[in-house]
């Protein structure tokens, strides 16, 4: 049952229409929908004293959100942990008088609903889009001039392109500012397969001269295995670390590895470097061993 909850549907009059993504929603997980009566409160009392409870308890005071995902991931621990209090008339906790609630409930899809709404963007001359107004995003410069298909998600917009490939992938912009994202690791996806894409990649410009100079020597196949190499770095250590321990790696040994970039893009990931500024003597330790023995 939904009250006053305009992204499942509006009501006119005495009809109440869904909208197309709770429709597919709705469709996919195959449950029955019920709408409120607008103004009327009194109708659902005892959902209101648990929208209370759940302000008072987890958003009192305010919270300070820097990431929505992750404190989403801490927010449903905390709720985890209400789950633990006895319930006020039954007895036993509430995760317990869940659990025998399971046993009425249908069986889930073996795949998740993917939430997300697909529409159609032209890219300009750079090969970028703009998305929600003032957002705009980077694809591939070879796209320049093609309408584009984008997926939007919660915290992520896909691209494909004409054929239904996909592109690359951005963190979803949010606000009236406007935004332009050009991380080069969204491309990496595309140039692990499509290395014809490299010369006007945002990911060859953002290297140093001397590993782009090794890139343009390779052969396609090589230059595909190295951008997976990236591309899978990437994805643990994140674009900056990758980079960096790409740069470290060629200048140390002439090649890309990815044993020696994993190890390094791992260390400059969690800021894990130590410096001296004088060199250390470690004669204090083997004194204090020799006295011991």
């Known amino acids: 049952m939904f ?22 929603f709705a469709a996919h997980y195959d449950f029955p929908y019920s709408f409120c009566n607008p103004n009327a409160g009194h109708e659902k ?23 929505i995902a992750s404190y989403n991931k ?15 008339k039954r ?10 609630d399971e046993l ?12 997300v709404r697909y529409v159609k963007a032209k890219a300009n001359k750079q090969g970028k ?8 995003y980077s694809t591939d410069p070879a796209l320049a001039g093609c309408e584009l298909t984008i997926a939007l998600r919660a915290y992520e917009i896909e691209v494909f392109d004409t054929d239904a490939t996909s592109v690359c992938t951005h963190a979803r912009s949010y606000g009236s500012a406007p935004t332009d994202s050009t991380d080069p690791a969204s491309q990496l996806a595309l140039l692990s397969v499509k290395a014809n894409a490299w010369q006007n990649s945002q990911v060859r410009a953002s290297l140093s001269d001397d590993v782009r100079a090794y890139m343009d020597s390779l052969e396609k196949a090589d230059l595909r295995a190295e951008m997976r190499l990236m591309r899978d770095e990437a994805a643990r250590s994140g674009w900056a670390a990758t980079k ?3 740069e470290l790696a060629y200048a140390a040994t002439g090649r ?7 190890v390094s893009a791992a260390r400059i990931a969690v800021d894990d470097a130590i410096s001296y500024d004088e060199p250390i003597d470690l004669g204090e330790y083997d004194a204090a061993f020799k006295r011991e023995a």
């Open 74 to 88: 801490t927010l449903l621990a905390r709720c985890d942990e209400l789950a633990k209090r006895e319930h006020w």
């Open 129 to 136: 889009i703009s998305v929600d107004g003032p957002h705009c």
């Open 256 to 262: 890309i590895d990815s044993a020696s970039v994993a």
């Open 91 to 100: 007895g036993g906790s509430q995760r317990e008088l869940f659990v025998e």
């Open 3 to 24: 009250d006053n909850a305009t992204g499942v549907g509006r009501r006119t009059c005495e009809v109440a229409r869904t909208t197309e993504l709770f429709g597919r």
């Open 45 to 67: 009392g005892n959902v209101e004293k648990k929208v209370g409870f759940i302000r008072k308890n987890l958003f009192v005071p305010l919270p300070n959100v820097m990431n």
């Open 104 to 115: 009425a409930l249908i069986g889930l899809p073996e795949k998740g609903f993917d939430v």
């Open 244 to 246: 960096q321990a790409v």
